[in-house]
Each structure stands twice: as structure tokens, then as C-alpha cells.
């Protein structure tokens, strides 16, 4: 039988993503796509939903939520992230700066708000966990509630068979350890790069940026409208950032290679309205 490894890239779950959500994809088109996927993508997927347990979640919030990793500032971040080099992918050249800044570029060209435009450059910083030693499927892959059922709609949700979670009986009700209309604040998603890069920038961003941040792969309920009888009013309204970045988040890898000295002045002052010199990761 053939091993497979998970995704040989960060990337190449930014394209699974892209394509899995699609403008337009019909219901068939799904299915033939998420049957079809590549085997790497698959074996993503199913490690992914058999080790994100409830109990892990809570470990990872608990270590990471001390923020006693390092102290480097936005820009520094990024160039750090920067050293998460794959030579296997030879599918895309463009630098993690880059792949930030095309992003925060598209934004920039709508006329976004400046914090949303920033929202937009560090998103994805949480990834610097790989840097930490974190396996894939604790970093990227569409987040999703721990301690209550899982959704249908979540990508291979049949994978979910192998998690620990399945054998408790309240993790699999409707509520399971919370209630209605509790509020998304405190419902516990799968560990990722999205609640790690809310945790460290929290204290210095709008609320808005706030919920972009921290929800934005969580693609069961901002793109299927799943888990809403968990979210509160302030939710409801928020949901309408999550789903104006998310085009931007998908669809912004086919734009033009920026050009990142010429980029970094105008971006270095747009951070420093909002952060630091130093934050704690």
C-alpha cells in the first residue's frame, strides 16, 4: 500500500482551499472534487480530524496563550515566517512576504480600510508555528468546534470516525459543552495558525480585524452556515468582515509579484499605527 505524507507545502492547502470554494461550484462539483483530491490533501484531512480533540485544543490554548515564545515585531514576523522554505514545492516561487503582501495589496487596491488592510498582511503570522515544531494538521486546514458535534458539511467529515472525541457522548449533541447562542468567544475551534495570530494580536487590532483574523478558515460557518445557533449578535454582525476578506484570502495568489522594498516603507508605517515596535509571541 502507498504512504503518503500531508500536504509537501503550506501551499499547497491554500490551493485545496481555493479550489474547494470555488464562486459558483456546484454541489456535484464538490463532491467529484473532494472524492478526486490529491492523496496528500486526503492524508491532511484525515489526521487532521483524528487528532484535533477537544483535549489538544485546550492544551495548545493553554501553552501558546502565554505568549512566552519569542518578541520580535510585526515585520520581523514576517521575515521569520520567511525562513518556512519547502524545496519540495516546485509549484511556486514567490517568498511567505510575498505571498502576505499580495494579499494585503488586493485589499489595498479596493480601498479598504487601513485595518483591514493590515488584517489582511499578517493573517496568516500563525503559521510560524510550523516554526515551532507543530505538525500541519495543528496549523492550517478549515477550523471547526470541539466538544459539540461536528457538522456534516465540514470537509471529509467521515474522517472524524477516528477521533477520540467520537467515543463521548455529550461531544456528540447538538450543544455539547456549551449553549445556545453562547457566543463564538467562547466556543473552542480546532487548534490553528488563526487562534494563534488572534492571541498574539489581539490587544492591538480593531474587532473586526480581531474576527478575520481568528475566523477566517473557519469555513463551516462563514461560507456553509453551519454552528449558528452557537454565535450571539455580535457574531451574526462580524460574520459580514469574515466573508468580505475571505475572497481576498482565496484569491489573491494569481495577482502580480510584489515587490517587497519598494512595498515595505508604505507598510512598516501602516503597522506601526497599530503595533509596537516589540510584541510577545
Known amino acids: 500500500m502507498t504512504s503518503y505524507q500531508p500536504f509537501s507545502s503550506l501551499e499547497q492547502w491554500d490551493d485545496f482551499v481555493s479550489a474547494r470554494y470555488q464562486p459558483g461550484k456546484s454541489e456535484q462539483q464538490f463532491r467529484q472534487f473532494t472524492k478526486d ?43 521569520y515566517l520567511n525562513t518556512l522554505v519547502d524545496v519540495s514545492d ?17 485589499c489595498r487596491r479596493d480601498n479598504r480600510p487601513d485595518w483591514f488592510i493590515l488584517a489582511g498582511l499578517v493573517h496568516d503570522l500563525g503559521k510560524i508555528l ?10 492550517v486546514g478549515d477550523t471547526f468546534p470541539t466538544g459539540c458535534a461536528w457538522s456534516e458539511k465540514i470537509v471529509y467529515p467521515d474522517f472524524f470516525e477516528a477521533n477520540p472525541d467520537r467515543s463521548n457522548a455529550r461531544f456528540q449533541t447538538r450543544l455539547g459543552v456549551y449553549q445556545e ?14 487562534e494563534y495570530a ?17 475566523y477566517h478558515s473557519f469555513y463551516p460557518w462563514h461560507h456553509e452556515g453551519e454552528y449558528d445557533y452557537l454565535c450571539n449578535d455580535k457574531d451574526r454582525r462580524m460574520l459580514y468582515w469574515v466573508k468580505e476578506f475571505n475572497g481576498y484570502d482565496l484569491y489573491s495568489k494569481g495577482e502580480g509579484r510584489p515587490v517587497v522594498e519598494q512595498l515595505r516603507p508604505y507598510y512598516e508605517e501602516l503597522i506601526a499605527r497599530y503595533f509596537p515596535s516589540s510584541i510577545r509571541w
Request: proline share 4%; hydrophobic share 35%.
Open 90 to 106: 516546485p509549484d511556486t516561487d514567490l517568498s511567505q512576504i510575498q505571498h502576505l503582501l499580495q494579499t494585503a495589496e488586493a
Open 130 to 139: 510550523c516554526l515551532f515544531g507543530e505538525p500541519q494538521w495543528a496549523v
Open 181 to 194: 447562542g453562547c457566543g463564538l468567544d467562547r466556543v473552542d475551534l480546532s487548534w490553528g495558525h488563526d
Open 198 to 214: 488572534y492571541l498574539v494580536t489581539r490587544d492591538y487590532l480593531p474587532e473586526e480585524a480581531q474576527y478575520i483574523l481568528r
Open 37 to 79: 483530491a490529491h492523496p496528500s490533501v486526503i492524508e491532511f484531512y484525515r489526521q487532521n480530524h483524528a487528532y484535533q480533540t477537544r483535549e489538544l485544543v485546550m492544551v495548545k490554548k493553554r501553552e501558546y496563550g502565554k505568549l512566552n515564545r519569542m518578541s520580535m515585531g510585526i515585520w520581523e514576523a514576517m521575515e
